[in-house]
């Protein structure tokens, strides 16, 4: 079983930058592909960006390209998203998710392992 920890939420004004985190437990950690997701009040999930257990490959929902940046330092176990240039509609609770067969994918459904979120809340 593998457990995974998002953090580094929080409010902030628009224009502001946020770091999250998602610390995960277990060694298998370095051949997981890892995502984020997140979930806006009253809307479904929806994905944000991926990147392989290398760290090599990383994929990016479109209109978030140049915005957000996501790496990994399989080290650490754990998986980081940069969010710069924050707008109000970020705003949302952001989970990060892993894929235990390193298959590279934006599909929810593809996921094994969820963490619980963290809130993210931009101000205008």
């Known amino acids: 079983q593998v457990r995974l920890e998002e953090s580094g939420g929080g409010l902030v004004q628009a224009g502001d930058s946020l770091r999250l985190s998602c610390a995960a437990s277990g060694r298998a950690f370095s051949s997981y592909t890892m995502a984020w997701f997140r979930q806006a009040p009253g809307k479904e999930r929806e994905f944000v960006s991926v990147?392989?257990?290398?760290?090599?490959?990383?994929y990016y929902k479109d209109s978030l390209k140049g915005r957000f940046a996501i790496s990994r330092d399989n080290a650490k176990n754990t998986v980081y998203l940069q969010m710069n240039s924050l707008k109000p509609e970020d705003t949302a609770v952001y989970y990060c998710?892993?894929?235990?067969?390193?298959?590279?994918?934006?599909?929810?459904?593809?996921?094994?392992?969820w963490g619980q979120g963290t809130q993210v809340t931009v101000s205008s």
């Open positions: 998710a892993a894929n235990r067969i390193g298959l590279i994918t934006t599909k929810q459904g593809d996921y094994d392992y």
């Open positions: 990147i392989a257990w290398s760290g090599t490959g990383t």
